[in-house]
């Protein structure tokens, strides 16, 4: 009982510390940028519909399925123990396959390429 009230004085006091240091040494400049509602480099004074282009899109969901693709096939060691293993690494192939196809497919018909 006692190991755990010191802890729990000892956790309390360092925190109340630790916020009055923080509090007092803390430096508190406020300048337009601070006080501007985007801190991200954007002028908050201009348009909201900025054109941007499709491709950044495109790179983020062929992340996206390869990633999911890496997340699927991460349990594929311990299907080895599986009463039918084949089963299980043939399917896992055949997705591998069809998303292999997939970017093929995409690099060939051009849809990778940054600039036009």
């Known amino acids: ?46 348009s909201a519909r900025l054109p941007f282009s499709i491709r950044f899109f495109l790179v983020a ?22 009463q039918s293993p084949l089963t299980t690494l043939t399917l896992a192939f055949s997705i591998l396959i069809l998303l292999t196809l997939g970017l093929v497919y995409e690099w060939t018909q051009g849809g990778l390429e940054w600039a036009e």
Do not use: H, R
Request: hydrophobic content about 55%.
């Open 61 to 82: 969901i062929l992340f996206l399925l390869f990633d999911l693709e890496i997340a699927l096939l991460l349990p594929l060691p311990w299907a080895t123990q599986l």
């Open 1 to 46: 009982m006692n190991t755990i009230l010191f802890m729990f004085i000892l956790s309390s006091s360092l925190s109340m510390i630790l916020t009055v240091l923080n509090l007092w040494l803390a430096q508190t400049n406020p300048d337009s940028e601070k006080l501007s509602p985007y801190e991200c480099g954007f002028d908050p004074l201009g």
